[in-house]
């Protein structure tokens, strides 16, 4: 007879010190959970509290209802608990009203001295607090704050550089392009999506600031202020794009600046975005200038995008085909030609493979 | 003096609205929702309705469209409040009859004129 296999032995003792130990630390986690909630909501009802007899007077203020003053010295007069918990609100306000009850609401948070304090704060050695600062500069504006919001467009932490570029697009200072562009392009970049809109409500001073760097001796610079001339919709700038697209030595440059034009839609650009797809140029050029151009809806570029669905670079024909589509019920008709052309195979498959898929894509082109 | 209805699930914007339509003598009736403000309309029937674009279950368009659908609240003029200044949306709303539109952030003193304005038309 052969003895059964011994199984891990387990101390008995070991097994009930471990359940009891993982049933207090259970317990710990759910005083720590409840009383942390009762807390939050202890804090929320005592801030409801000091807010509570302000907040009629803020909103009195916020809707244009103080001709004498009145509203405004006693908001500026209110004890200092109980402003603080009303600052917040008046800060919300600011950012959901205009005209004279933004310029009261404005007149209120410097009496109390928050702008001269958010001034002081742009420094300060917290990130939190440096990003509420250039939040509230860019709701107040006025003297000092594009300057200082400037200088935090280079500040270290990455939060607070996006919560300044929204706050100088906010405020659409023209002296705040250039450092804004300088932020585009810099070592550690802002991304175009942060800059871009703050460029765009700057205006004419964005183009100049951007056309200023777009000769800049590093390609990836170049390539950052092209693609951002055509996302701030700088139609006037379409001449300096379509010599990028022509002219400059990066590849990725000119094909940022095929995709611009194509965003801008100028007229102007048919022809050098024609010549961008070339069997010549590079791929990648020649299938972004070919989406170009049926984002632009060129009716001019039809025989030349027909002509591209027969490519032998698979990706530059597929383009073609979508751009066609893209173009409009021409486009559409000169695809539908080319899904006729063969449709059981011959020499021309592939094109007509192209048409019909891009055909198939869009039903409208299709039923047309 | 008007009944006018004001929806906005912002509780800022809406105590502003509230406070400055009431100033101007009108009667004015709270939601807080689209599904609020769609039952309010329907059982007070307002002279006049101001609504957020964006509010949670229904938007401002849904509550528009909603209203225009039914004989009862068809005639209830619409004002749109909207933070969205784009071209769609300002579409959608003519499109769904409401007669006119404020962008937010918006001017509490403009917003009174153009409630006044509707009103002055529809009597």
Redesign the interface.
Known sequence: MTAAPAGPVVDRAVLVVAVVALVAVLLVLAVALLSGRWWQRRAAAGRAQRVAPG?PLL??L????DDDGTLLDRLATLPRAQWRALEP?AV??L????????TALVALLERRGVVQRALRDARHRRSTTRARAAHLLGLVGGPGATPRLAALLGDRDPEVRAVTARSLGRLGDPSAATPLVRALVRARPLPHQVVVPALARIGPASRTALLAAADHHDPTVRARVIEALGLVGAVDTAPRLVRALGEDPAVDVRLRAARALGRLGAPSAVGPLLAATGPDEPTALRVTAAQALGVLGARRAIPVLAGLVADPHHWVAHTAAAALVAVGPDGAAALRGLADAAPGGGADRPASAHAREALAAAPGAAAA | MAMVLVADD?P??R??VV??LQ?SGHDVLVAEDGGEALSLARRALPDLAVLDVMMPRFTGLDVCRELRADPETAGIPVILLTARAQEGDIESGFAWGADDYVT???????LDSRVRAVLARRR
Do not use: L
């Open positions: 907040r909103v009195a916020a809707a244009g209802d609100v919300a306000m950012g959901k009203v205009r005209g004279d009850a933004r | 912002d800022d914007i105590d502003v406070f400055k100033q937010k952030p918006f001017s509490p003193r403009e």
